[in-house]
């Protein structure tokens, strides 16, 4: 015997709020650059972090200038990216070296001075062997091994 649930005076109405589809093409943008952020970096952009360590590029230079190029063209979004941060072969007293972005500064840093904010908390994955050097981005960091694979950290 069927049972009636709603009269026909009752109407359901299921209706996503503004908020619900913001949130919901918000998670569908955040996956697909994550996505993206996962992908093999190319070895032209693997070579231009490389010379960070060189110790002498200055902000200006044709160095400093194909560097960031290289990231433009290598990242979904360049402009989310707040700084690299890659351990630093340049020896004592330096650990890690970073590239800010924001400041077009780049810096040696020995273990006692504290990296910008933003970069700090990847300082120790910077530092381990694994990491050719770790991208920062706000909520979440992507480490870069030397084959280019890349490994998201959030």
Same mark, same amino acid.
């Given at each position: 015997?069927?049972?009636?649930?709603?009269?026909?005076?009752?109407?359901?109405?299921?209706?996503?709020?503004?908020?619900?589809?913001?949130?919901?093409?918000?998670?569908?943008?955040?996956?697909?650059? /994550?996505?993206?952020?996962?992908?093999?970096?190319?070895?032209?952009?693997?070579?231009?972090?490389?010379?960070?360590? *060189?110790?002498?590029?200055?902000?200006?230079?044709?160095?400093?200038?194909?560097?960031? +190029?290289?990231?433009?063209?290598?990242?979904?979004?360049? /402009? *989310?990216?707040?700084?690299?941060?890659?351990?630093?072969?340049?020896?004592?007293?330096? +650990?890690?070296?970073?590239?800010?972005?924001?400041?077009?500064?780049? +810096?040696?840093?020995?273990?006692?001075?504290?990296?910008?904010?933003?970069?700090?908390?990847?300082?120790?994955?910077?530092?381990?062997? +694994?990491?050719?050097?770790?991208?920062?981005?706000?909520?979440?960091?992507?480490?870069?091994?030397? /084959?280019?694979?890349?490994?998201?950290?959030?």
């Amino acid at each position: 015997m069927r049972r009636i649930i709603l009269s026909r005076d009752q109407h359901v109405a299921h209706k996503l709020s503004p908020e619900a589809s913001v949130q919901s093409k918000a998670k569908v943008a955040d996956a697909t650059s /994550d996505r993206r952020l996962r992908e093999k970096r190319s070895s032209r952009y693997m070579e231009a972090l490389r010379i960070l360590d *060189a110790g002498h590029l200055a902000v200006g230079t044709v160095e400093y200038n194909s560097l960031i +190029e290289a990231i433009r063209e290598e990242l979904p979004d360049p /402009d *989310a990216l707040v700084g690299v941060v890659a351990k630093c072969y340049l020896g004592p007293p330096f +650990e890690v070296h970073t590239l800010d972005l924001a400041g077009g500064i780049i +810096e040696h840093y020995p273990p006692y001075k504290v990296l910008p904010a933003s970069l700090e908390r990847a300082r120790a994955l910077a530092r381990h062997d +694994e990491y050719a050097f770790v991208e920062v981005y706000l909520g979440k960091m992507v480490v870069i091994r030397a /084959d280019g694979s890349a490994s998201i950290v959030k």
